[in-house]
């Protein structure tokens, strides 16, 4: 009986995974056809200066436009590129993307605003990193990475040393994303120096409705004008939350209360219309 029992899960198990792979080598082929068909594109979130609220920067996101699927988010597939092993292929496909896209906004003589990509720890760790930055047409001083604090919790390479010096040599600019959302590294804040701290929509969201919370984003926002560090604050999604982060002096606000992420049609439309207290960004 238990045999037998035994025997049934076994087989259970053994399907389940077959089943689990043939699903994971669908995922993995309609991501390359997708790649391959040129449907990985870049949306972007407006950032805005606290004091102001007029436009700041724009933040590149990565966006799946599949025929077959629809709109695909990065949780969606970025696990997926990861699981393949071409996540820093994405990064690339992402700066391209973007980098293509100041290019016409600039042509169609808008205003373009710093403009930050997110750049993945792998790719911060491949060799070929600055060498590759070396042959793209940068315009000085618009861009910048954003790196997740975690990538700092590695041990520094010598690779890792070489591709900041190669990035700091463009006049790229450094933020660290996420912040306070895993492990809290002040001291990386120091080693690294970044032009900017991204804090975490997660340390965000509680300001409005408890009092520790609020002190605690108070008390990052300290650290940063101590350091010299600009504050951006993510996932500001309400007045309130406005309110409360322009009385703690923070520099940059980010989040669905002051505009969503929206493609490069709507992005040229935003920045020609682009005033301050605007209000904007659907995502379709
Ligand atoms: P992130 O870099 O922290 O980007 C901010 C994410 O928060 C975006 O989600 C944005 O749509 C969302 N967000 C912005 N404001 C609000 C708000 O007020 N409320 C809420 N609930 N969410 C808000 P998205 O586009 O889905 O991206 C998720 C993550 O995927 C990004 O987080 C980033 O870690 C990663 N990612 C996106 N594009 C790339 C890329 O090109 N390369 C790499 N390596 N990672 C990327
Ligand atoms: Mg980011
Ligand atoms: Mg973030
Ligand atoms: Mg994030």
Known sequence: EAKKAGRGRYRFYSSSMKEEARRRKRSFDALTAGVEKGEITCHYQPQFDAVTLEVSGLEALVRWESEKFGLMMPQEFLPVAEDMGILPEFDDLVLRRALHDIRTWHNAGLHVPPVSVNVSATRLKDPMLGEQLGTLDLPPGILSFELLESTFLDARNEVIEKNLAAINALG???EIDDFGSGHASIASLLEIAPARLKIDRALIRPIVDSERQR???????????????????????????????????????????????????????????AAPSARAGREA
């Not at 993510?234 to 989040?255: A, K, R, S, W």
Request: proline share 3%.
């Open 215 to 273: 002190e605690l984003v108070r008390t990052i926002i300290g650290i940063g004008h101590m350091l010299g560090i600009r504050v951006v604050a993510e996932g500001v999604e309400t007045d309130p939350h406005i309110q409360i982060l322009q009385e703690m002096n923070c520099c940059f606000l980010q989040g669905f209360g002051l505009a969503r992420p929206m493609d490069s049609a709507n992005v040229a439309h935003f920045l020609s219309r």
């Open 172 to 174: 790229i600019s450094i």
